[in-house]
């Protein structure tokens, strides 16, 4: 339950658990362990948020703004850190149960979007708890999540993490629950299907020339993918201009197909989305503000690059990927470096449309990842 209302949103009566719950599992935590040792992970993480606060609240008082969402966040975020910590230093040695637990949570995840598709009463329900505040949309579905994207990809991370076991342990990739997994990509957003095109595009590729698997099998899937990718961006972006009539003409189901999918997908042309809507408030900064931050939450763009410039400057942003890569430096070479690799690679894309390192589920998952990648790997060898 712990695990559950840590990574995903959940609120009662519009009040988020996590105000409640995290205090409560800190102070727990420092009064059952005073004399705990601290990881070099967990003191990197420590100084860069306690930064950020300071930094923020810094920026706050300069250009007398009242906007104290990157403060409130980074401490969300401490307290989630020190939560994180007490629970898997309580469960140190049960690392599988754990990491089965974070699986079956987000297959549940996953299995809620697929019921709430067909039915509506569900899905009210879920949305009575995981604070999502904007308009439903048919075909489309939230989970345990508090918006589409961050839903979707909270479980293409777990798809990409599977294949990487698969992989390792030259299993059959696609079972009952993988498949529920891949189903439920598909009724969040159209941003979610193209990573897991991606995705699975990068896993026919180290198969077919890294492990030398040459069926025929393998150009027809990735020609296959390839197709639907295009086709995807194609009809829903109409990009490029033109084709998506052409697409129609060829195969003429693919229109109806875009006229069911109409009501819950926007149809705007590629240049308003990215440069008309997205990228002009950057361009609305003075240099002061470029390189510091306005200490201001964005409005009218969804990129994650643009409003953490927005909000804590160059500086601010180039201490959060800094701080990223020396996670990457430092992590032990077991399972679950390749894991956070994979994560951070993957939240790379993701924030392009959305803000998820360091955000509510981004940032939880990312800790979990990097107390496991820390473990020596004699104790993981059993998963």
Known sequence: MILLITI???????FDIKIILLPILVLFYIT?????????????LLIYLLFIIFYSFLIQLLLRTNNLFE?????????SLLSLTYIYDSFKNKTLIIIQTFKFLIFLHA??????????????????????????LPLRSTGFSSGYDDAGFIIILLISFQIIDFINKKKSFFNFNNLVLIIAVFFTSRFNMGILFVVFLVKIFYEFFYLKKRS?????????????LITMISITIDYPKGFREI????????????????????????????????????????????????????????IGYIKSIY???????????????????????????????????????IEVKMQFLFSSGGFEIMVILLLFSNQ????????
């Open 216 to 228: 025929i099998f393998y150009p027809l899937t990735m020609t296959f993918v390839l197709f639907l």
């Open 111 to 136: 299995l809620s979007i697929i019921i709430s598709i067909f039915s509506p009463e569900f899905e009210n329900l879920l949305v009575s708890f995981n604070n999502y505040s904007k308009e439903q």
């Open 311 to 349: 909000s804590i400057g160059l500086i601010g942003t180039f201490t959060q990927y800094l701080v990223i890569y020396f996670f990457t430096v430092f992590s032990k070479k077991n399972k679950f470096y390749y894991y956070l690799i994979t994560f951070i690679l993957l939240s790379l894309i």
């Open 247 to 302: 697409l129609f003409e060829i195969v003429p189901p693919l229109e109806n197909a875009f006229l069911s999918i109409s009501s819950s997908y926007s149809d705007y042309g590629i240049y308003n989305y990215i440069i008309g809507q997205h990228i002009e408030p950057l361009f609305k900064l003075n240099l002061i503000e470029f390189v510091f931050g306005k200490g201001l939450r964005v409005s009218g763009s969804d």
């Open 376 to 383: 020596e790997s004699k104790q993981l060898n059993v998963l």
């Open 8 to 14: 995903f949103d959940f609120s009662i009566l519009g």
């Open 32 to 44: 059952s362990k005073p004399q705990k040792q601290f990881s070099r992970t967990f003191f990197i």
């Open 71 to 79: 403060v409130l966040r980074s401490i969300r975020s401490l307290l």
